[in-house]
């Protein structure tokens, strides 16, 4: 009696460790995408009231699967970012490229794009500031 417990003993464990083996490697998947962006700060300085300043924002996918850019959200009207709809493959660069309209603005600004992309991680914020001087003071110039 104590040799089949033993048997059976061993069996759920031999058992219940290839099952948690097994699982480890369905679960344990290396395709990724991943973009790395040179930076992720532009700051335009001092620019004129009314002017608009452009800004790439390069980035590399290091990942080992196609990386796609699904959505760039802007936090006001006065930001507008583009990027290609097209995936970048694995080792390939891109660019998501934010034009600020200054427009009725004055002072320090900050703005903010929200990168959504189907990697790892799947979110990433790009920011711009700088500062914009009033209209009196172009014209005293």
């Not at 759920?12 to 948690?20: D, G, K, Q």
């Not at 990168?115 to 914009?132: F, R, S, W």
């Amino acid at each position: 009696m104590y040799k089949i417990f033993k048997l059976l003993l061993t069996v759920i464990c031999v058992t219940i460790f290839l099952a948690c083996n097994s699982k480890v490697k369905i679960n344990n998947s290396n395709s990724y995408a991943r973009a790395k962006f040179i930076d992720t700060v532009f700051d335009f300085k001092t620019i004129n009231a009314g002017e608009k300043i452009s800004f790439s924002f390069m980035f590399k996918n290091i990942g080992n699967s196609d990386l796609q850019i699904l959505d760039a959200q802007t936090g006001c009207s006065c930001t507008n970012a583009d990027f290609s709809k097209t995936p970048v493959a694995a080792g390939a660069e891109s660019k998501i490229n934010v034009t600020f309209d200054s427009f009725g603005k004055v002072g320090n600004q900050y703005e903010s794009i929200r990168v959504k992309t189907n990697g790892q991680p799947a979110e990433y914020v790009l920011q711009i500031y700088g500062l914009v001087t009033p209209p009196e003071l172009i014209s005293n110039q």
